[in-house]
């Protein structure tokens, strides 16, 4: 089972952006559903995360611009990006935890917001 994430490109500064994080197959018991970002030569932070029962968790830097979202039957997760400012420029992914702990990541893309 792979995560693929899709959804990034370039936008202006106001812009919005919608990532999608879906899984190839099936994937039993997904806990929580998180997005990460990796700047250059950084290391990756946790962006947003939502867990099976609907509670959210986000980075300081995104509240009130980015909204997560799932859809447990499909195994998709959203990251709806709002305000996109040129310091959200980052390489995003997907991570699913499942209740016994196993990860699946998906593969990053690129979110490009210009000034």
């Known amino acids: 089972v792979q995560l693929q994430a899709s959804g990034g490109g370039l936008v202006q500064a106001g812009g919005s952006l919608r990532l999608s994080c879906a899984a190839s197959?099936?994937?039993?018991?997904?806990?929580?559903m998180r997005w990460y970002r990796q700047f250059p030569g950084k290391q990756r932070e946790l962006v947003a995360s939502i867990t099976s029962d609907g509670n959210t968790n986000y980075a300081d830097s995104v509240k009130g611009r980015f909204a997560i979202s799932r859809e447990s039957a499909k195994n998709t997760a959203y990251l709806q990006m709002n305000s996109l400012k040129p310091e959200d420029t980052a390489v995003y992914s997907c991570?699913?935890?499942?209740?016994?702990?196993?990860?699946?990541w998906g593969q990053g893309t690129q979110v490009t917001v210009s000034s």
């Open positions: 991570n699913f935890r499942t209740n016994w702990g196993r990860m699946y």
């Open positions: 197959g099936s994937i039993s018991s997904i806990n929580a």
